[in-house]
């Protein structure tokens, strides 16, 4: 019996290609799972599978593990955070390179690259308003994995929002498990409000605005908000300068600690507080890398377009969980505040109980984190 998955259906040997000629340079991969063994090894255009334990890198993990690393519940680096990859030969950096072919391999996830993209000749920057009709702003968001929305909420709403996280700041406490924090010169400074409509009625009244209803049901019509779970709806605060922790997000895909399967596709919806720029941290996107994998550590050596996305208090971004993102240092005053809104798919509830996150995994644990970024 062979650990290894059955291929995808109409596996593409272009996008296998791919997918090889970046991992390749991490060597073979074997997992020990329980008393079975599986080796990958890139060879040439592909990948054959043996049962002989001797690849450049050796991962021993249990069996429910395995399960979940194959069925997109759990990735590496949520396995590597709770505690039950062993690594006999080779480290978590091979592991990672050869995600993006696993993900092929088990479940059929291509390999992004930006040649192969269809953008549909959209405008990578483009705004839209609540004017346009919900087909112009599912076709944007559909082929970007993002939208921009200009002006959906008004300054006086805005301004309500802003008294409201003003009153949840001056009432959190680190440790308090409805905030994150981050380490400064200065001590350490509140990052992300979480859970936070379940202690305001005025950010839990946005949450169930119908004007985000409409955006955040373009791709899933039955798509819930789950104000209990999941961290609710998290209020960002972007702090200036060096940070320790997780203020400034690399580039991720948001199903990255976990959940894939569960949660994708997911529409987060960002209400602007307070606008953003470059100089108050602003949000960057890979157009059309939804449902895709980038090369482990892209970022340091690939040709991928980014697009920064610039807003006004009041606008709205909205985007596909899994569109490959970064929310980046501020390189001036710092200050942006963005209330997140996630519709997920309704069997999430199954799933994910009151009170839990993938999100657990991280929140809490700042020196960890800073440590593996
Ligand atoms: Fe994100």
Redesign the pocket.
Known sequence: MTLAPARPAHLDSQLLALAVADTARAGSLTFLVGDEVLTYRASGDTVTEHQVPDGDTVVRLEPAAWHDLVAQLRTPINLLLGGVLDFERGGFDQLAAWDRVLRYLHAGFPPYSADRTDLRGRDVRATMTLADPDAELRAQLDTMGYLHVRDVFTAAEMAVANAAVDELAARATKGDDESWWVGTDEGDKLCRLVYSTLRSEALRRLEQDLRLARLGRLLDADAIVTPDRMEGSAVLIKVPGQTQGLSN?PW?Q?CGMGGHAILCPAVSIGIQLTGSTAGSGNLLMVPGSHGQTLPYQWHSRSDVPVVEIDTAPGDVTVHVQDVM?ASPKPTGAGGRRTMYVTFYPRTLTDHVGPGQAFNDLVRNRTAEVAGLA
Do not use: A, G, N
């Open positions: 997000i991720h948001d993102h």
